[in-house]
């Protein structure tokens, strides 16, 4: 019987060895294993270009859907892509990282065009290394760049000025929501819808924030703007995330007889026009943009020619629209 129960506590002893052999030994199997798929990784991506694609905001929705199209437009192309951008809006650190892109020496960089001699110096200085750079959402024209991808901003302006002046004749005082004061396109479009309510006799537009591409600021800003011209009938945002702020900021005032018209085709602006909160929008196609960059990049490489400027058409979202494709929320 004593040997009976030395041998099952001999066994009982072998087996938690057993079991901790096991969890010592399987970590470094998987780790092995991870290895030898870097490697393989490595391997087969030296066959590969890359093309670093810099966005104005990392997890801005806009942004997201413009890495997506480019994403799988580089999927048929055996391109890779490394996508980056600050966290939140920084032109400082958005110049970081297109020079930090350069100094890696990727085959190709796309990248927002925006204001200022050191990002049209850093844009030349990958073209004279070697490196093409397509401007995508914002331009850079009087750089080097070889092209730019993406909607023309000032016709898009001209086209929400059409949207707010067939509205309504009297709902002439506007109050107007930019995303960046930095970015070309932000501006382009403010140059173009000023041009459409500038010809509009009594219409007028009583003042200009920038939101700093954040809902909350928009909101903020929207809700100074009303209590400081509180005459104001019309509110426009000019970059995505726009018109929620400005409905929220609208709320916070306790205003509701205010028409809003927005920037692009998230879901919340969708939800927005779908309750009648936000009359219009303009909207662009930001998958497109960044499959058509991709497709322009391969071009490049191959040796052809590209057109310096390739713009994407913009459409316009309202609720009649969502009500015919049956797409409302």
Same mark, same amino acid.
């Given at each position: %019987?004593?040997?009976? @129960?030395?041998?099952?506590? *001999?066994?009982?002893?072998?087996?938690? /060895?057993? @079991?901790? #052999?096991?969890?010592?030994?399987?970590?470094?199997?998987?780790?092995?294993?991870?290895?030898?798929?870097?490697?393989?990784?490595?391997?087969?991506? +030296?066959?590969?270009?890359?093309?670093?694609?810099?966005?104005?905001?990392?997890?801005?929705?806009?942004?997201? &859907?413009?890495?997506?199209?480019?994403?799988? !437009? $580089?999927?048929?192309?055996?391109?890779?892509?490394?996508?980056?951008?600050?966290?939140?809006?920084?032109?400082?650190?958005?110049?970081?990282?297109?020079?930090?892109?350069? &100094?890696?020496?990727?085959? &190709?960089?796309?990248?927002?065009?925006?204001?200022?001699?050191? @990002?049209?110096?850093?844009?030349? +200085? !990958?073209?004279?290394?070697?490196?093409?750079?397509?401007?995508?959402?914002?331009?850079?024209?009087?750089?080097?760049?070889?092209? @730019?991808?993406?909607?023309?901003?000032?016709?898009?302006?001209?086209?929400?000025?059409?949207?707010?002046?067939?509205?309504?004749?009297?709902?002439?005082?506007?109050?107007?929501?930019?995303?960046?004061?930095? !970015?070309?396109?932000?501006?382009?479009?403010?140059?173009?819808?000023?041009?459409?309510?500038?010809?509009?006799?009594?219409?007028?537009?009583? $003042?200009?924030?920038?939101?700093?591409?954040?809902?909350?600021?928009?909101?903020?800003?929207?809700?100074?703007?009303?209590?400081?011209?509180?005459?104001?009938?019309? %509110?426009?945002? *000019?970059?995505? *995330?726009?018109?929620?702020?400005?409905?929220?900021?609208?709320?916070?005032?306790?205003?509701?007889?205010?028409?809003?018209?927005? /920037?692009?085709? #998230?879901?919340?602006?969708?939800?927005?026009? &779908?309750?009648?909160?936000?009359?219009?929008?303009?909207?662009?196609?930001?998958?497109?943009?960044?499959?058509?960059?991709?497709? *322009?990049?391969?071009?490049?490489?191959?040796?052809?020619?590209?057109?310096?400027?390739? /713009?994407?058409?913009?459409?316009?979202?309202?609720?009649?629209?969502?009500?015919?494709?049956?797409?409302?929320?």
């Amino acid at each position: %019987m004593f040997n009976r @129960y030395r041998t099952l506590g *001999l066994i009982g002893i072998l087996l938690v /060895f057993c @079991y901790f #052999l096991y969890q010592f030994v399987s970590p470094t199997l998987k780790i092995d294993h991870l290895v030898r798929e870097m490697n393989r990784s490595s391997v087969v991506s +030296k066959s590969m270009k890359h093309v670093v694609l810099i966005a104005q905001e990392l997890d801005n929705p806009f942004w997201r &859907a413009v890495e997506k199209g480019a994403n799988a !437009a $580089a999927m048929q192309r055996g391109i890779a892509i490394d996508y980056m951008g600050p966290i939140r809006i920084n032109p400082t650190e958005q110049t970081k990282l297109l020079e930090k892109s350069i &100094a890696a020496k990727p085959d &190709a960089i796309l990248v927002q065009g925006m204001k200022g001699q050191p @990002y049209k110096q850093l844009i030349n +200085k !990958a073209i004279d290394q070697g490196i093409p750079v397509i401007t995508i959402d914002a331009d850079e024209p009087d750089s080097k760049r070889i092209a @730019y991808v993406g909607t023309d901003n000032r016709e898009a302006g001209k086209r929400m000025g059409e949207l707010v002046i067939q509205d309504a004749a009297e709902r002439g005082r506007i109050g107007v929501i930019i995303g960046s004061e930095w !970015a070309d396109n932000q501006q382009l479009r403010l140059e173009g819808f000023r041009s459409m309510i500038f010809n509009t006799p009594g219409s007028e537009i009583v $003042a200009v924030r920038s939101s700093n591409i954040s809902r909350i600021q928009a909101a903020k800003q929207t809700e100074a703007l009303l209590k400081q011209y509180p005459r104001i009938q019309t %509110m426009v945002g *000019l970059s995505s *995330l726009d018109a929620a702020g400005i409905v929220e900021g609208l709320k916070a005032a306790d205003r509701a007889d205010v028409r809003v018209f927005g /920037f692009d085709d #998230l879901e919340v602006t969708r939800q927005g026009i &779908a309750d009648g909160h936000i009359t219009a929008s303009v909207v662009q196609q930001p998958r497109e943009i960044g499959a058509q960059a991709i497709e *322009l990049v391969d071009t490049v490489f191959k040796g052809d020619a590209i057109p310096v400027q390739h /713009f994407i058409a913009t459409s316009t979202l309202d609720r009649d629209d969502m009500k015919s494709k049956g797409n409302s929320p």
